[in-house]
């Protein structure tokens, strides 16, 4: 187990280095001069001249790639140029909404993917299962903000329901902040939920073939037994995957999702950072966020030995 | 290479006595394909809407770009179907343009990345000492989120319809390369590559030659996805104002600039929003259908 877990840390090291290297080559292609590009038409060369040197562009690549890599092993994502902070802060002064938001959404996605696939094997080719299968591919073919934007005109605005947009006061409580994130989970979660039902079923399916099951069901378990204790417990292992997976695929939908809301999360400082061609900004978001998917595609891996004690590595 | 797609042997015989005719691979893979009725639908609505795009500069009912402003913001009527917008132009001819802009987009990004991706695959699944390094990169670019990186790739290019295209191709790449990779992995040590190696065939030949014709089936299965994840992706960075410029008007930068107004006047998100879940809804099931009209075997091999 040890082994693995280290052997599996380096290879997301490897991963990460190259993750490194396309975040800080992304900079470079910029056409033209990228401190230039950054200032805007209105700046003089003495300013280009300096923003250049406080960016390090008058060093050769591997250079600069080096010094990049130096800043990223002690934290240092570098200064925004139109905030006035460290990108460091500006992220995690954010990251409490986008982390809200996330985790709101993934439990909506859950709570719908999970049950229904579970329905939806269950009854086998069924109405329920047919219906199930076709909303889900329904639902992912739907833009989030375009049902954001829909939830907006006839929930918030026509029926009042719900506040239409923003975070509240900014000393709002926690369950104040979570009423504005109703909508913007539903949004983001719905989409989503199609993926986990589909794998779910899926699972639930491919376990349910197995000769045990039928035994379980042949001694004259109820149904519900069989389901919920024997063939639910073995088809984890995909479901956890999915699950983990589409976590880290809402972090990057928020982006989206906080723009249709106005949501200040990270997904707006991000948004706003390419309106602003503000580099540091967008470097270190896409830096963290490919960070947080890998660990989470990490974790999972290793929970697998939880859930399934035959796992071992 | 017309009728390669099905692919030697990559079809399914449709069980013993229906396939007994020696109809070609493609016919056959047309019957399998639309045996199901949703398919068939789905394709059909796949057929309009590419006909709408191709034919929209002659048939829409007013000019995509007239405005008047006194008839701006008018709801659905029998004269505008799809009612007016914020300048007063009609919304379905702007739909219907909006398809041209939408496909194209989508089209190009499975262009750029069936094309970057299966020659990556096939570098990767055949020649062992790149396997490692081509993979690992995969594994890099698919650290990012589709659209994270996207939106990364358009504020470095900024945005233009050509870029969209570049950026969501090199998004795509890894994916297609990954299906490539692992299908080349089982052909190569099938016999018959064997054969042509002993037979002093050529690297470029086998690899072009005789894997490539077995990889259609799971490249033409992916192809399908990435253009409805394309016009998915397309829209959302549309949206966000990183995608095509609004001059041009596409199915998402139109949701976008009816941000201000849709709350008194739904109707102009409702329908270029349809047009969207409409598309990406009956490709997605053509994929589907495709997948399993298709040989499951080579897919298998993930």
């Not at chain 1, 280290?6 to 001069?33: E, N, Q, S, T, Y």
């Not at chain 1, 859950?110 to 696939?117: A, R």
């Not at chain 1, 993926?195 to 639930?204: E, H, P, Q, W």
């Not at chain 2, 190696?197 to 259609?216: D, E, K, Q, W, Y």
């Amino acid at each position: 187990m040890l082994v693995y877990i280290v052997r599996r840390f380096a290879g997301m090291m490897v991963v990460m280095l190259l993750v490194a290297m396309v975040v800080f080559l992304i900079a470079r292609v910029v056409p033209g001069d990228p401190a230039a590009v950054m200032l805007g038409s209105s700046a003089t060369p003495e300013d280009i001249a300096a923003l250049r040197g406080r960016l390090g562009l008058d060093e050769p690549l591997l250079t600069q790639f080096l010094l990049y890599l130096g800043q990223i092993v002690r934290f240092d994502l570098g200064e925004s140029i139109f905030l006035n902070r460290p990108v460091a802060q500006a992220l995690a002064e954010r990251s409490e909404l986008t982390g809200l938001l996330t985790m709101m959404s993934v439990g909506i996605a859950m709570l719908i993917g999970v049950p229904v696939g579970i329905l939806s094997a269950a009854k086998r080719g069924g109405l329920v299962d047919q219906t199930a299968v076709g909303l889900a591919m329904l639902a992912a073919s739907i833009p989030s903000f375009w049902i954001g934007l829909t939830l907006i005109k006839y929930l918030a605005v026509d029926h009042a329901w719900f506040p239409v947009a923003g975070y509240g006061p900014p000393d709002a409580d926690l369950l104040e902040r979570m009423r504005h994130l109703v909508l913007p989970a539903i949004a983001l979660g719905i989409p989503n939920s199609a993926l986990i039902l589909r794998f779910t079923r899926t699972s639930m399916l491919d376990v349910m073939s197995h000769d045990y099951v039928r035994t379980a069901r042949a001694k004259g378990l109820p149904p519900l037994v069989v389901v919920l204790k024997h063939a639910l417990r073995n088809a984890m292992i995909p479901i956890l995957t999915v699950i983990g997976l589409t976590t880290a695929v809402m972090i990057a939908g928020a982006i989206v999702t906080e723009t249709v809301f106005g949501l200040p999360g990270v997904g707006n400082l991000i948004v706003s950072a390419v309106l602003r061609r503000d580099y540091p900004v967008i470097q270190g978001a896409l830096l963290v966020v490919s960070a947080i998917y890998v660990l989470i595609n990490l974790t999972v891996d290793l929970l697998y030995a939880v859930v399934d004690p035959r796992v071992r590595y | 290479m017309a009728s390669v797609p099905a692919g030697h042997g990559s079809v399914p015989l449709p069980s013993s006595a229906k396939g007994r005719s020696s109809r070609s691979p493609a016919a056959l893979l047309l019957r399998q394909l639309f045996r199901r009725r949703l398919v068939v639908l789905s394709f059909l609505v796949m057929l309009a809407i590419l006909a709408v795009a191709l034919l929209a500069p002659w048939i829409t009912p007013f000019n995509p770009m007239k405005m008047d402003i006194l008839g701006r913001l008018k709801p659905p009527t029998a004269a505008h179907w799809f009612g007016t917008d914020e300048y007063g132009r009609d919304v379905l001819s702007r739909v219907m343009l909006g398809a041209r802009l939408s496909l194209l987009v989508g089209l190009l990004v499975v262009v750029v990345a069936t094309l970057l991706g299966t020659l990556l695959g096939l570098a990767a699944g055949y020649i062992r000492p790149l396997d490692g390094l081509l993979m690992r990169l995969t594994d890099a670019l698919m650290a990012f989120p589709d659209i994270l990186l996207a939106i990364a790739f358009m504020a470095a290019l900024g945005p233009s319809l050509y870029n969209v295209v570049l950026a969501l191709g090199i998004v795509y790449t890894p994916r297609v390369a990954r299906v490539v990779r692992a299908a080349c992995l089982v052909v190569r040590e099938m016999p018959f590559i064997e054969a042509a190696t002993a037979l002093g065939a050529s690297t470029p030949r086998i690899v072009f030659l005789h894997i490539l014709p077995n990889l259609m089936s799971p490249i033409l299965v992916q192809a399908t996805f990435i253009f409805a994840y394309a016009i998915l992706t397309e829209a959302a960075l549309s949206f966000l104002g990183v995608g095509v410029p609004p001059t041009t008007p596409t199915w998402g930068n139109m949701i976008a600039s009816a941000q201000q107004y849709f709350q008194q006047a739904d109707w102009l998100i409702l329908f270029p929003g349809c047009a969207i879940v409409l598309t990406v809804l009956s490709l997605q099931i053509v994929g589907d259908g495709l997948r399993d009209a298709l040989d499951p075997r080579l897919q298998k091999a993930k």
